[in-house]
């Protein structure tokens, strides 16, 4: 069925250190994918997307890498800031000509000084 | 700021009460969603609208649950009969006739 899920629940990073977040995805039609940030009290806002014919793709200081052979999705975020820490969730979607997004439980990314 | 408002911020509600939810989304965007998100999970998919067309909904979205967005522009989200299993933390996105959709601050419901 649809599902989105990451591979750890938490990551602890150093400030300035580059951190990398996993996730699996499991319906191979999905053509597009999302990462959101997410802080405490506010909606996901959006960072970066891919789509599915391509492998990767940069922007600024984040780099989102698509392996669809093994259907997994990255994003690294590279000289982490404090500001960086917050959930971060990966979605996908359309789906089969649907528009909604299917989005996986989340990473909490925590900067520490 | 993304430019997608929502009110109330926040909601109490005793069981069994009706609750409405309003959603301003980006003015030129032509299609508008509403998410469910639980403490700790992702946001889950209830509904979305293409205009004044409600086009998709969600097995989520029991009968108590109405949406409507007469005018194609704000939405609103109604609950009828509210169940402690309806607390949870409501989110609209909306988007240009495309993928990337922008979320707004969401409204959290809490009924008692």
């Known amino acids: 069925g649809e599902s989105v899920g990451l591979h750890l629940p938490t990551l602890s990073v150093q400030e300035g250190d580059n951190s990398i977040i996993n996730c699996a995805y499991s319906?191979?039609?999905?053509?597009?994918f999302i990462w959101y940030k997410q802080e405490s009290g506010k909606g996901p806002q959006f960072i970066i997307d891919i789509r599915s014919n391509m492998d990767k793709r940069q922007g600024q200081r984040v780099t989102v890498l698509l392996n669809k052979t093994v259907k997994h999705l990255s994003l690294q975020i590279a000289a982490t800031q404090p500001g960086d820490s917050a959930v971060y969730f990966c979605a996908e979607g359309p789906i089969q000509g649907a528009q909604k997004l299917v989005f996986g439980q989340g990473t909490r990314l925590t900067i520490n000084p | 700021d993304t430019g997608v408002s929502q009110d109330p911020r926040h909601k109490i509600t005793k069981r069994g009460q009706n609750v409405t939810f309003r959603c301003d989304p980006i003015?030129?965007?032509?299609?508008l969603y509403w998410y469910r998100q639980t403490l700790g999970q992702g946001p889950e998919f209830l509904t979305y609208?293409?205009?004044?067309?409600?086009?998709?909904k969600s097995r989520l979205l029991s009968d108590r649950f109405s949406a409507e967005r007469p005018k194609g522009s704000f939405s609103t989200l109604e609950i009828q009969r509210t169940e402690q299993g309806d607390s949870a933390m409501y989110l609209c996105?909306?988007?240009?006739?495309?993928?990337?959709?922008?979320f707004g601050p969401g409204t959290r419901l809490t009924v008692t």
């Open positions: 003015s030129e965007h032509n299609r």
């Open positions: 319906n191979s039609a999905s053509d597009y």
């Open positions: 996105a909306s988007s240009l006739s495309g993928d990337e959709q922008y």
């Open positions: 609208f293409q205009n004044e067309a409600q086009l998709e």
